[in-house]
């Protein structure tokens, strides 16, 4: 790695930014409320069955978007029932943004919300100490890039589960541009402790090596990159930050480094063109896996 790049997750702020600049330029949310529209009904119909409260847990949730969508599916299907929910989230910055969108979003009075300011692997040391706490739902969505140990932090969710309970991950599929953008310059950009390039062809393969039954859902994706290559422009820099997950990486990569990497952005194993804009292959996978 050259040594003046470091990585967008050591600024917090510049990460949630280009973050939520990722957000509107891709239909990355989009695609999981169509999977959440289309199959999560199927997934969370026995979650509750028998029970008194629902418990949920939600690793690396960010501002909570998605999770108010699939509380209103668990809501759909079970009616009334009490859901108890715990959120890890390391960031201070997304957990205010959650706490502001469940304070205008109604029709949550049944939800008692627990957020918790750590990462998984804390959460992982606090649940050890003291808490005996199972759940029907565990999800992870776009997250389990930040986690030191994937298959160690897999075996421990998943022995979070409750009978019945389901653990949802969506992560970026094995044919996407970001695997084609991380095998071949994952070795040259800030790849350390805080980011792992991982897709969800890696998970499903640490799944079976376990024997965890799991299903796998194809997300397709995408997302427009086209002021990537305008120079100057703002919120095309906050957007190669986020693909690259450098901090700051038109001012501080190599010139040969950022060329190749600007050729193989419009590359076909990346991208493609269409009505002159540069569209990123941004497709996702969920996998649900089944209680043991
Ligand atoms: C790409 S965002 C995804 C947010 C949300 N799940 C979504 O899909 O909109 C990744 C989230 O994981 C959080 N995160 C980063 N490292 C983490 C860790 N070690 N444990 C738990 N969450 C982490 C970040 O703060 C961020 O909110």
Known sequence: ???????LLSDNSRYVESF??????STEHQCMQEFIESRLPDVVSSIG???SAINVLGVGSGSGEIDLQIFSKIQ????GVTINTDIVEPSSEQILSYKERVA?????ENINFTWHKKTSSEFELQVKEKSERKYDLIHMIQMLYYVKDVPTTLRFFRSLLAPDGKLLIILVSGNSGWSTLWKKYGSRLPLNDLCLYITAGDVADMLSADGAKHQCYDLPSDMDITECFIDGDKNGDLLLDFLTE???FNKNAPCELREEIFQDLKSPGCSSVKNEKVIFNNNLSAIVVESD
């Open 1 to 7: 790695m050259e040594p003046a790049m470091r990585s």
């Open 20 to 25: 939520r600049l990722f957000l509107q330029n």
């Open 49 to 51: 069955d028998g029970k």
């Open 76 to 79: 759909a299907r079970y009616p």
């Open 104 to 108: 205008k979003t109604p029709g949550l």
């Open 246 to 248: 450098t901090c700051e």
